[in-house]
């Protein structure tokens, strides 16, 4: 430690930083004792702050107490509770000034809080977007909670967003953002464009009427292949088929009638897969009794092998 008098230039550094740090911060930096640059800074008659008092005010104002009776270094962890729910926890003067001193309840307010926006800003931002909201207040619990709503073009079913994900979104409504990102790439626009040679049948799968009448299909059948009851869920991942009863190319006037429409997994649908409908029926001219046919020696199927584990079960 340094002894004697202070330099013009300790004392100009005292003089700028007195009240910036604390006094512990300061004998580090000047290298001298506490009690020199008290002395000191009495006889140049500079203030120290007091951190104290700042704190405590700080902690008030946030309906907290400092149960701490005297400030020791910015370092110290000093006991606060929170007045509200009656919890005890130690702050540093820098966590407190920076506002990180709240308690586990109070952050899970400022979270709770911060997901939640008023239900008329809510109905608003849905309404600037020109959809319908059709969900009534006790269905907005926070801003994550995906919400009911009708677009006034595609009103054949209801559709579900969140207000976040509305915020972020140019539509709203799937299919408005789909028709809008076909056309940026509709036509001459797409990359592999050939002059426009595309048969009817690849036309038809990929227009929109097409998308609409297969989740039709799945929405009507639950999600669930209607020939061995496969579905997603605990722990599995089905894919499922759109399968026409009766076969696409011959039958013009049924290919986007809903009672034409049966939902398959690839197990019983994809002509690869040994057993599967195609696979055993072809892939040109399928009829509905084929699939009928199918689906009840499927069922007799797996009733013989549900029999066979019984009997495999018995005689262990």
């Known amino acids: 430690m340094k002894k004697g008098k202070f330099s013009e230039e300790e004392i100009l550094f005292l003089k700028e930083n007195y009240s910036k740090y604390d006094i512990d911060t300061l004998c580090f930096m000047m290298d001298r004792t506490l009690d020199s640059i008290r002395c000191k800074a009495s006889s140049l008659g500079l203030k120290y702050k007091d951190y104290y008092n700042e704190m405590k005010q700080k902690l ?60 008329s800003t809510v109905r608003l931002e849905f309404i600037k977007h020109n959809l319908i909201p059709k969900f009534v207040d006790e269905d907005y619990t926070s801003n994550k909670k995906p919400l009911k709503y009708l677009c006034p073009i595609h009103n054949d079913d209801y559709q579900y967003i969140s207000y976040d994900s509305l915020k972020r979104s140019k539509f709203g409504c799937i299919n408005c953002a789909a028709e809008y990102r076909g056309s940026l790439f509709k036509g001459d626009k797409c990359y592999n464009w050939k002059g426009g040679l595309r048969s009817e049948k690849q036309k038809i799968r990929d227009s929109i009427e097409y998308t609409k009448w297969r989740r039709k299909i799945l929405k009507k059948d639950n999600y669930t292949c209607q020939c061995c009851g496969a579905r997603n869920g605990n722990g599995k991942t ?76 018995s005689n262990e």
């Open 60 to 119: 008030q104002n946030n309906n907290y107490d400092l149960l701490s009776d005297k400030y020791i270094s910015a370092k110290t962890k000093y006991k606060i509770k929170c007045l509200k729910h009656n919890e005890i926890k130690e702050a540093t003067y820098s966590d407190i000034m920076e506002n990180k001193f709240r308690c586990k309840f109070c952050k899970s307010e400022l979270i709770r809080n911060a997901l939640i926006t008023d239900i």
């Open 238 to 313: 089905i894919k499922l088929r759109v399968h026409h009863k009766e076969n696409f190319a011959s039958n013009p006037e049924l290919r986007l009638d809903i009672n034409n429409g049966i939902t398959l997994c690839d197990n019983c649908h994809d002509s690869k897969i040994i057993g599967s409908f195609h696979n055993i029926y072809g892939t040109h001219y399928n009829t509905t009794e084929q699939l009928c046919e199918y689906i009840i020696l499927n069922k007799e199927l797996q009733s013989e092998s549900q029999q066979d584990s019984l009997l495999l079960c």
